[in-house]
């Protein structure tokens, strides 16, 4: 699952360490999926001793099972919750991650997904807050389907800037989608998702889009990608960092037409697309330093806009 280290303008926990918080996201990643899956296969084994087996009872087999569970572990989870009441409150652990079986998952997949789904959860409060200051994201962005799909469908490794705004000379700058992999950066575009809707590429400030419901206009992609890689180029360059950087326009669902496309524009349409995933998803490189330092830099340049928690406040005050 693809690390989101900047959303927006919201404050990011990777803005206070880029160089320690993805490789401490890939370990609690995986601890809590062992743990989760080794809880499911516990369960099923369990079940699998104790259920009925007649087959009057075949429809049943879910809300039974669900019984089940809920006695077998009912115990357990009391004298885990009384072993955690007596420890110390930590402010840190409102950042670790535990996933929960909220239901039983028929198969490993469907088990997958419910951790994946909990996990994206917790990478937007790790995305729009710290132990100190927290922001209030837009709970749009919690049922935005690129973002989801960006997180739970890319590497461990991959870092993600999310529309962040970056400042420069005092001036918000606001971006689309920016992807640090361990071997370059990429600027992204996202066009809609409507199946099989075709877009007419070219170098005017507009592009037309053909779908079942007609024709239209949409601003042409390009300029905000070019206004993205110059920005980022400037950087990289200020700060002496070699790393490729690319530029492309996505359209998982439909097609694009643009036979006088600039080279160094990548376009990833239907037909394109899933080739160009497969050697993302397929690339094995560890975190690099060049990329934890790409992201330290880009991360530096964007706005935050948070406040402190009511906690610390309070906590601040008694001390005075």
């Known amino acids: ?99 929960e079986l909220t239901y039983y998952p028929d198969s490993m997949d469907e088990l997958k997904q419910l951790f994946l789904d909990q996990l994206f959860s917790f990478q937007m409060k790790w995305a729009s807050s710290t132990i100190v200051e927290k922001s209030f994201p837009d709970q749009r962005y919690y049922r935005n389907e690129n973002l989801k799909y960006l997180l739970q469908r890319f590497p461990d490794t991959f870092l993600f800037l999310y529309e962040p705004i970056f400042l420069l000379k005092k001036a918000p700058i606001e971006m689309e989608v920016i992807l640090i992999s361990p071997t370059e950066v990429w600027c992204l575009s996202f066009l809609d998702q409507e199946k099989d809707a075709v877009y007419l590429g070219s170098n005017e400030k507009f592009w037309i889009k053909r779908s079942i419901g007609g024709e239209s206009k949409i601003l042409n992609p390009v300029i905000a990608l070019n206004r993205m890689s110059k920005i980022i180029k400037q950087l990289l360059n200020k700060y002496q960092l070699d790393i490729p950087l690319k530029k492309a326009v996505i359209c998982r669902d439909g097609y694009i037409d643009f036979p006088n496309a600039p080279a160094d524009l990548v376009l990833l349409e239907k037909r394109s697309y899933p080739t160009w995933f497969q050697q993302q998803r397929k690339l094995q490189s560890p975190l690099k330093h060049v990329q934890l330092k790409t992201a330290k830099i880009l991360l530096d340049y964007c706005q935050t806009t948070c406040s402190r928690r009511p906690e610390w406040v309070e906590q601040e005050g008694n001390e005075e």
């Open 1 to 99: 699952m693809g690390q989101l280290i900047k959303l927006q303008d919201y404050i990011s926990r990777y803005e206070m360490d880029p160089f320690r918080y993805p490789a401490q996201y890939a370990r609690l990643k995986k601890q809590q999926w062992d743990k989760l899956k080794d809880r499911w296969e516990n369960r099923e084994e369990q079940i699998q001793l104790v259920s009925p087996i007649g087959n009057e009872h075949v429809e049943n087999k879910r809300s039974t099972s669900t019984n089940i569970i809920r006695r077998l572990f009912k115990k357990g989870k009391m004298e885990e919750e009384e072993t955690v009441a007596k420890q110390p409150i930590n402010k840190e652990s409102l950042f670790q991650f535990m996933p």
